[in-house]
């Protein structure tokens, strides 16, 4: 069974930068058909995606969140994580990293059970 398990602090201070790291135990994060995602929650707002890392290291990132979003991982941790820069508190939500199946069909098929981060001084 795979779980993903997103850790980090839940209060960061306005300017400063966000950083959550997502623990998958159970299969390895280089495997071909995964990629790896982070998707926030803001409150009483829907789903929104940041971005991905394939299992070939390669990242991609929503437009609107691409100049301050950095995703990176750790194989011998199987680890990735999350860097979200200059954050306001417009940056506040639910946080939650989740696999994608990118085999013969795409879809994210495990999630972690997401962790709240606030924003504010």
């Known amino acids: 069974q795979v779980q993903l398990q997103e850790s980090g602090p839940g209060l960061v201070k306005p300017s400063q930068t966000l950083s959550l790291i997502c623990t998958v135990s159970?299969?390895?994060?280089?495997?071909?058909?995964?990629?790896w995602s982070w998707i926030r929650q803001p409150p009483g707002k829907g789903l929104e995606w940041m971005g991905v890392i394939t299992y070939a290291d390669i990242t991609y990132y929503s437009p609107s969140l691409k100049s301050r979003t950095s995703i990176s991982r750790d194989t011998s941790k199987n680890q990735f994580s999350l860097q979200l820069s200059s954050v306001t508190p417009e940056d506040t939500a639910v946080y939650y990293c989740?696999?994608?199946?990118?085999?013969?069909?795409?879809?994210?098929?495990?999630w972690g059970q997401g962790t709240q981060v606030t924003v504010s001084s």
């Open positions: 989740a696999r994608l199946y990118s085999g013969s069909y795409y879809q994210y098929d495990y």
């Open positions: 159970s299969g390895s994060i280089t495997t071909s058909v995964y990629a």
